[in-house]
């Protein structure tokens, strides 16, 4: 639930009401709920919170998410060889597709 509130915020700030009535949609979950989901994400810093009037409006933290990407850096090199390879592989195979067939 807390990867998907953070999915929501992604494309900017919304209001409390409008994440727990789609948390509550998607998981059947009640209001109390995903403000404790809420409230952990906002302690533990992965996003921040403004109070204006009795409205609260989340949007999220970068700073976090830009630490785990610098850390997951120095295993990128896992990955990126073999998807460097496989995209290699789909241009040949698109490639023979295109020539047309000798006669």
Request: glycine share 6%; net charge positive.
């Amino acid at each position: 639930m807390r990867r998907r509130i953070l999915e929501l915020l992604v494309n900017g700030e919304r209001t409390a009401g409008s994440l727990t009535e789609v948390i509550q949609n998607e998981f059947g979950i009640t209001q109390a709920a995903v403000s404790q989901h809420l409230r952990a994400l906002r302690e533990n810093g992965f996003v921040r919170v403004q109070v204006q009037g009795p409205r609260r409006i989340y949007s999220v933290a970068a700073e976090p998410f830009q630490q785990v990407d610098a850390w997951i850096k120095q295993f990128r090199g896992f990955w990126d060889k073999p998807l460097k390879a496989l995209t290699t592989e789909i241009a040949r195979g698109k490639a023979k597709k295109e020539r047309p067939s000798p006669r």
